[in-house]
Each structure stands twice: as C-alpha cells, then as structure tokens.
C-alpha cells in the first residue's frame, strides 16, 4: 500500500508539473517539441493514466448533479479519444519510426481535450 502511494504520488506530481508548465506563462515553459517521441508517449500515457483514474473515483460519487454527469460524459469522451490516439502513436514508435505531423498534431489535441475536460 504504501509502495503504492509513493508511485500514486509521484505520477500525479509528475502530471502537475507537466500541466503547470505547459498551462502557465511563468518563466519557464514545457517544449513539448524538444522531447523525444518515445517521451512525449510516456508522458501522454502517465496523464491518460492519471485522468482515467480520477474518472473512476468521479463516476462511483453517488449524489452526482446533472451537470457533473454531463462532465464526466465529456471527459469519457476525451478518454477514449486520448486513448485511441496513443494506441496509434505508440505503434510507430514500437516499429521504430517516428509518428507523422498529423498524429502528433492529434495527440496534442486529444490531451488538450482530456485537460479541458477537467
């Protein structure tokens, strides 16, 4: 259990941090351009991770109003659509191959999607 937590929280810390920088126009911004493919989908899968637990934990709140439902409809959406989105990009990388501008371009959207859904 508490293995547990301290991999629990250093995801959620690792998530923050990436939402802060590339969120905030504080001094340093995240260059999500400078990182390598294989990074930008681990990245993509930590943050996918992350929300889709948060989603679990929001859908089992038992006095859910309508507009929280209506919210969790729209971040299941954007789960799916990140997730699907991943699944394409971690296949180039596994043949080695750098995924295309379009896919990429996707990826960003889809997280974009996941964190405006928050």
């Not at 259990?1 to 959620?12: A, D």
Request: proline share 4%; hydrophobic share 40%; aromatic share 6%.
């Amino acid at each position: 259990m508490r293995k547990l937590s301290k991999t629990l929280l250093t995801i959620m810390a690792m998530v923050a941090i990436a939402v802060a920088c590339t969120t905030t126009n504080t001094g340093y911004r995240f260059d999500w351009d400078k990182l390598p493919p294989k990074t930008r989908a681990t990245l993509a899968m930590d943050i996918y991770n992350q929300e889709y637990q948060n989603y679990k934990l929001q859908a089992l709140a038992p006095d859910l109003t309508n507009h929280e439902r209506d919210v969790l409809r729209k971040k299941k959406e954007a789960l799916i659509q990140l997730h699907d989105v991943i699944q394409l990009y971690n296949g180039y990388i596994m043949k080695g191959e750098v995924p295309p501008d379009l896919l990429e371009k996707k990826l960003v959207e889809a997280l974009n999607a996941i964190l405006d859904a928050v």
